[in-house]
């Protein structure tokens, strides 16, 4: 074990520009450093790697839930164990799904089979300034995410007056005393402040690392998973489902978006009409289509989206793609099951 790795976790709410921030980091880090990303998604399919602007970069990609809760714990331990052991990076950025508790991220670096591995060094939240009244009213997540952060991006402050401004930052104090908080549109921030320079990476006086087995690890998670701990368990009760779409022109399917239930939190997802590649976004009830082009092969993701929203929303959905019947229901997926449940399983 050559050194520590310096683990920087950006949480905030669904469709804050957390992927955003992370390209611009991607583009700014010292190709003399190591970078590694661990990208946690909700839904049962992943679709923010593909967002990432780089072809070269180690990235390990979780889906199916929030990696601080039970549903995929045993999933982010075992891959933090492969980081610490093999990969060895000297900068590992999380990005957490948007509806994560990050609560316990602390304890989790510092489970003894990392031998010491971790260091948190930043906590950031980002938080858009147009949809985050809303979101922290309605979800838990929002608030656990605030508490536990030690640095703060208001992003998107172009859509947001002073007063939305003034109300954001009121909420944020009422949980730091002297919280650092930057404000800022597209995440454009001073990326020095996150990024540590090779100078001053910390070097450590650890023996080298023993080798942990399968068996050790093992039984490490079933002592971390057998404490009972509040943290674990998902603060909303939210679903995700995935819809392929049929149709052949884009314009069918902005003929859907009005329908949409506006209980909706968070969709996307690319659609393909010919050659030409649009990437949907809805965040909070604000949606866009837009053209997007890729470097990465997206054949596997094309005409397939993602949803997410309480129980209700998702079922309206499913009675709406009856009105569409262009729109698919594929599966919907509950993080608390371990199984995904297939359209052919429900009834009606």
């Keep these: 074990m050559s050194g520590k790795t310096h683990v920087i976790l950006i949480t905030g709410f669904l469709g804050s520009g957390k992927t955003t921030f992370l390209n611009r980091i991607i583009k700014k880090f010292p190709p003399n450093q190591k970078l590694m990303i661990l990208m946690n ?28 809760c039970v549903c ?11 980081i610490a052991q093999k990969i060895q990076p000297d900068v590992l950025i999380v990005e957490s799904t948007g509806v994560a508790n990050p609560s316990d991220l602390k304890k989790d670096l510092t489970l003894s089979i990392f031998q010491g591995r971790f260091d948190l060094t930043h906590q950031i939240c980002m938080i858009d300034a147009d949809s985050f009244e809303d979101a922290y009213q309605s979800f838990v997540s929002v608030e656990k995410q605030i508490a536990s952060s030690t640095f703060f991006i208001i ?48 070097n450590s006086d650890l023996n080298p690392a023993k080798v942990i087995d399968d068996q050790q690890l093992d039984q490490a998670i079933e002592s971390m998973l057998a404490t009972s701990d ?12 995935v819809f392929s779409w049929a149709g052949s022109h884009i314009n069918d399917f902005r003929n859907i978006l009005p329908d949409l239930p506006k209980g909706l939190i968070r969709a996307k997802g690319f659609l393909q009409e010919k050659e030409t590649v649009y990437l949907f976004n809805l965040v909070m009830g604000q949606r866009n289509l837009e053209i997007y082009t890729s470097k990465k092969d997206l054949r596997a993701l094309l005409n397939r989206l993602v949803f997410i929203g309480p129980p209700e929303v998702i079922e309206s959905l499913h009675v709406l793609s009856r009105k569409y019947p262009d729109l698919i229901q594929d ?4 993080p608390m099951e371990k199984q995904p449940v297939q359209a052919a399983d429900r009834q009606g």
């Design 41 to 68: 998604e909700f839904g049962e399919i992943g679709l923010d790697g593909t967002l990432l602007e780089s072809d070269d970069l180690d990235i390990l990609e979780i889906s199916k839930g929030s990696i601080f």
């Design 155 to 202: 992003n998107k402050v172009d859509l947001a007056g002073p007063d939305t401004l003034a109300r954001i930052k009121k909420i944020i104090h009422g949980h730091h005393t002297t919280p650092e908080i930057l404000e800022t549109t597209f995440a454009e921030v001073p990326l020095e402040r996150f990024i540590p320079a090779a100078s001053n990476r910390s």
């Design 72 to 82: 995929v714990k045993t999933d982010f331990i075992r891959g933090l164990n492969e």
């Design 331 to 334: 599966s919907v997926f509950d």
């Design 230 to 241: 509040p943290n674990t368990t998902p603060p909303d009760r939210l679903l995700s489902a």
